[in-house]
């Protein structure tokens, strides 16, 4: 039998820790599984079933009976949402995956993102244009607030694993719906990332390391204060004010647009979407949920003396009264 060796840095967060592996049943995933076994990782399973296509029967019998199989205990969300996107996707997987780990005191999420899933991300956003940390997309290792993302399959190809899975007779599904050029990240696969990456498949995972190490040289490391969900951290250039920025609102479930990173360093202070409160202030990066509430005349004079932007006074005046 085939055996794949997980990265060093994955292993040494995913021994002897309590894991859960987002898992769909498909390529990525049913590899993921089998390799996590295979290196003596312990953890169990969560998956959601959409409710949108019919193999999605097939595929939560199939979750079902590796948890059986393999005494994993399965965590399963069946979603009705009457309008789906790639976006409400996520929100709802996530929105899952954060109570399990609430819930049960899981210490990582593990995910099958593998190294096609990079280069579509690094194609879908330089077409936006994105400067070298967002073209990354995502690390092997993610620190959320309670928990870590662990992708230990970043340097694997999905033609690899699916080699894998068949050298070694593994079941696994196909999604259907990947096939679709509804979606933008499936028009960007299908047309340009699965042939460069199938051309140059060495070359892509290395260059995906040399912007790693540039990444790391290019932000500076700073340390994050919170409060409820008040942010505020000491400010450095502007590359690493919207680096952090765009980290804390991803771990609120929050994605940046291009277009916001670029409004956000202009104005210095704004709402995003209404939902979020961001100041840059001359010594300090500010980031709160954005709010209306009336505040007394001696709180307001506090933050004057204490410099607290106007946007984020709202959020702090809720918290302390």
């Known amino acids: 039998m085939e055996k794949i060796i997980l990265p060093e840095n994955s292993l040494d967060i995913l021994k002897d820790r309590k894991n859960l592996l987002a898992f769909s049943g498909g390529i990525d995933s049913s590899a993921l599984f089998y390799i996590l076994i295979e290196n003596g990782i312990d953890f169990d399973l969560a998956t959601v079933n959409y409710g949108l296509r019919a193999e999605s029967i097939d595929e939560i019998a199939y979750a079902k009976n590796l948890s059986n199989s393999y005494k994993k205990e399965l965590f399963l969300l069946n979603s009705r949402e009457s309008s789906f996107s790639e976006k409400s996707g996520r929100d709802i997987r996530y929105n899952f995956f954060e109570k399990i780990i609430s819930k049960n005191r899981y210490q990582n999420l593990i995910t099958a993102h593998q190294l096609n899933d990079r280069l579509e991300w690094f194609f879908m956003q330089f077409g936006k244009g994105a400067g070298v940390v967002e073209l990354l997309g995502f690390n092997e290792i993610e620190n959320r607030e309670n928990y870590k993302i662990v992708r230990p399959l970043l340097n694997l190809s999905k033609s690899e694993l699916e080699q ?24 960007v696969r299908k047309n340009y990332s699965d042939s460069f ?16 190490r540039d990444s790391r040289e290019l932000i500076e490391e700073v340390e994050i204060n919170k409060r409820e969900k008040l942010y505020r951290f000491k400010r450095s250039n502007s590359r690493t ?41 001359d010594r300090e990066v500010y980031i709160a949920p954005a709010i209306k509430i009336t505040m007394d005349k001696k709180f307001k004079e506090i933050c004057r003396k204490d410099r607290v932007p106007k946007l984020i006074r709202p959020y702090l005046f809720s918290i302390e009264v």
């Open 164 to 187: 894998y899975l068949i050298r070694n007779s593994r079941k696994y599904f196909i999604d259907s719906s990947n096939s679709s050029d509804i979606y933008s990240r499936n028009r």
């Open 197 to 212: 990456l199938n051309e140059f498949r060495s070359g892509v995972e290395k260059s995906f390391q040399y912007l790693q």
């Open 241 to 281: 004010d919207i680096f952090y920025i765009d980290k804390i609102l991803k771990s609120e479930g929050y994605m940046l647009s291009s277009k916001q990173r670029a409004e956000i360093l202009e104005k210095r202070e704004v709402v995003i979407a209404g939902e979020w409160a961001i100041s840059i202030a």
